[in-house]
């Protein structure tokens, strides 16, 4: 389109206002299992299906276990999925194993149906020597090369238009991958969603951009994030596919994210989808949220549990039994603090990789800056120690 | 060899580096068909596709946003922002995404391949914002590089390093003497070292240290000076971070005395840390105070820019306290 509009010039004075346009949710399954009249169901078999179960019961196994242990100070800081399960997972299996993936940071279900391990997560909440981010970041912020999942980082957003550029990169190697991007209803309001959604219509890129609307930013209730209808239709100003899915609503998910990565990949555009869902958690364990919402309402949203939903339908395909999900849930509470236990006992990296990974090679002014930390814990070494006792066997 | 303006050394660098490698993938503003707006990517387009050079949207956020996210992919951006002065949209990706990228992961993803190129600098009647130059800004983010050229044969074999160096590089182009600085430059393929100085005039009684489109000055005041009988140590700093701290020091060893000069203003200028910096390596050496000429701390004036720039004669005058304190 370009300035010239008038092959659809009109004579009557008429503003169009904001609230003309609403957009629908698409649901597949009621909250008993059942489908919804009409609804076609997504081609997904058994064996995809248990997966993203397991997937979905180890998140909420691992989000609890590692809130208690963050209550016990056992480790610095903690944020859970909980609620967001059937979105975050839903979205990874009906990718293929090698697209990309650029996350906020709430969105480790996809990280665990990837095939993440109890031990790399704990590595990493730890902090510890086998940590692949050698203990540089906050807790939550997974990284995993060969997983194609690309490090989190805390500024909310800035991967929106990094995800962008990554598929570009992929529409230029020719290799049938896409990047997929995951944000926050309240990271949609930053101006890096605004250039990545831009960019990515206009240099036709196969990226799909993700939103978990969750209702809260933080304390910011949604309508106080934005005043129009949600993020879906801001797809539309762009020139962009968009779709609103029920966040709680695993095939719902499932079967929007294969139609939208078959368009991202066959026709090299872009596609927004917005899943609506519930923070039934705090935001973070720095966070408590009965000062800014009701119990009422965050047992209105428990009834609508994504992973009791998706065990309804489950049982009634008669490919899971409740004996096996009591299993299940067993098994995975003992996997998670039998892990937790074992890597919490690892001591932190070495004092040398403070320096390594700022450049490729560390500049002569960085060594030097560590020659002269290493002289003073070698001076004050009971003031520092996890790091003074190996200073020597270098 | 070949006689080029310091743009059109800037192109065939640009040229060079996409013939040599496919991932390498310039764009921008402008960038694209039209050559960008003082013409530093003409013919790209043309020769390399549109997949290889295009105009991006206006959005120096998405640009270098945009431009992280193909690095960490494996491609070799090259990505342009118009002045200097409209990159601070993209500080945030600067500064917390693309300069920690490898840290954060533990080498898991970098971006390394990413190089920013930006016309900055004053004198070009451009007031505030067509005349800035930044680089202190940047100077404090441990994990980036900068880079500024002083003339074509430099632009061209740092910015051939800057695209090719494993680590994100922010190269400033200094746009008042995009055409008047015109050199041999060698046709062939070459680099220049990143993170080393060049002493341009050896001397004994002082150094004096600029960089990029500065150097003219200090080349001016220090013909000034010579006729007085004082005998400068010219050194461009060409890279300002990482910093090469060997050279200078060796330098004020043998003469005694340092004087800085830079676009940008003085509180907070990059002119502040080398002089801490050889403060703390040469103090016994030190026959005079560190001298600083530098912009002053205003915005960029457009009436008055004569009068604000660091100019020749601010520094001859420096250079003759310093000698005579």
Redesign the interface.
């Known amino acids: 389109m370009t300035a010239d509009t008038k092959n659809r010039a009109i004579h009557s004075l008429r503003f169009i206002r904001g609230d003309e346009l609403q957009i629908p949710t698409y649901k597949v399954l009621k909250q008993d299992g059942t489908p919804y009249k009409g609804a076609k169901l997504p081609d997904l078999d058994k064996h995809t299906a248990l997966r993203i179960y397991k997937a979905m019961v180890r998140t909420r196994v691992l989000d609890e276990r590692m809130l208690a242990a963050q209550r016990q100070g056992r480790l610095s800081f903690y944020m859970q999925s909980t609620g967001e399960e059937a979105t975050t997972v839903g979205f990874a299996a009906a990718l293929d194993d090698e697209d990309m993936i650029m996350a906020q940071y709430r969105e480790q279900g996809a990280l665990v149906y990837r095939g993440f391990t109890l031990e790399e997560f704990m590595n990493q909440l730890f902090s510890n020597e086998r940590d692949y981010g050698k203990g540089r970041q906050m807790p939550i912020h997974y990284g995993s090369s060969k997983l194609h999942y690309m490090t989190i980082s805390s500024p909310l957003a800035t991967q929106i238009p990094q995800a962008t550029g990554y598929a570009y990169g992929q529409k230029l190697a020719g290799d049938g991958k896409c990047t997929v991007t995951v944000f926050g209803e309240g990271a949609a309001s930053e101006g890096d969603f605004h250039a990545a959604l831009n960019m990515a219509s206009v240099l036709k890129v196969p990226v799909i951009f993700l939103c978990r609307n969750n209702g809260y930013a933080i304390s910011t209730p949604s309508n106080e994030q934005f005043a129009a209808d949600g993020i879906a239709p801001r797809a539309l100003g762009y020139g962009m596919h968009t779709i609103r899915v029920d966040g709680n609503d695993i095939l719902a998910v499932y079967a929007a994210t294969v139609e939208a990565r078959r368009i991202a990949v066959e026709e090299n555009e872009p596609v927004l989808i917005e899943a609506m869902s519930y923070r039934l958690a705090a935001h973070s364990s720095s966070d408590d949220p009965s000062g800014y919402r009701s119990k009422k309402e965050e047992e209105n949203w428990a009834s609508k549990d994504p992973l009791s939903r998706m065990k309804q339908w489950l049982l009634l395909q008669e490919w899971w039994s409740e004996d096996e999900d009591k299993q299940l849930y067993d098994i995975d509470r003992r996997d998670v603090l039998a892990t937790l236990k074992e890597c919490e006992k690892h001591p932190i990296p070495k004092l040398e990789e403070m320096i390594t990974d700022v450049y490729d090679v560390p500049p002569p002014l960085l060594k030097e800056q560590l020659e002269q930390l290493k002289e003073h814990i070698r001076k004050y070494p009971e003031a520092y120690p996890k790091t003074a006792g190996r200073l020597d066997n270098e | 060899m070949s006689k080029m303006n310091l743009l059109q050394a800037v192109n065939n660098a640009l040229d060079i580096a996409m013939a040599d490698n496919p991932k390498v ?1 310039c764009f921008g503003e402008d960038v694209g068909g039209f050559g960008g707006v003082f013409r530093a990517t003409s013919n790209l387009q043309e020769k390399y596709g549109r ?2 050079c ?1 105009n ?2 206006l ?1 120096e ?2 640009i270098i ?11 070799v ?1 090259v990505a342009e922002i118009q002045f200097a002065d409209y990159i601070f ?1 993209a500080f ?2 600067i500064v ?2 693309a300069a ?1 990228f ?9 971006v ?1 391949g990413l190089t920013i190129r930006t016309p900055y600098g004053g004198g070009i009647a451009g007031g505030h914002y067509h005349s800035q130059s930044p680089e202190a800004y940047f100077a404090q983010t ?2 980036l ?1 900068v880079v500024v050229p002083r003339n074509p044969h430099q632009a061209k074999g740092l910015l051939l390093a800057a695209i090719r160096d ?2 994100p590089v922010i190269f400033f182009e200094p746009k008042r003497i995009y055409r008047a600085s015109v050199g041999e430059v060698p046709d062939e393929d070459y680099q220049l070292p990143l ?1 080393s100085a060049e002493v341009v005039k050896e001397g004994s009684d002082i150094t004096l240290l600029a960089w990029g489109a500065q150097m003219e000055y200090l080349e001016m005041a220090d013909q000034l000076a010579e006729k007085d009988g004082i005998s400068c140590e010219l050194i461009d700093l060409r890279t300002i971070v ?1 910093w090469d ?2 050279t200078v020091v060796a330098s004020v060893k043998k003469t005694g005395r340092l004087l800085i000069t830079h676009e940008a203003p003085y509180t907070g200028g990059f002119g502040g840390e080398i002089s801490a910096a050889i403060q703390e390596r040469c103090f016994l050496h030190l026959e005079s105070p560190i001298a600083r000429v530098a912009g002053m701390d205003t915005p960029y004036p457009l009436a008055l820019e004569k009068e604000y720039i660091a100019d020749h004669l601010k520094i001859y005058e420096a250079i003759k306290q310093s000698v005579n304190f």
């Open positions: 993938i997949d290889r295009f991006t949207p959005v956020q998405g946003g945009f431009a992280n996210g193909l690095a960490s992919q494996g491609s951006p949209p945030d990706q917390n995404e920690k490898r840290y954060r992961s533990g080498d898991l993803f970098n390394g441990p994990g590089k494993p680590n993170g990482p701290i060997d």
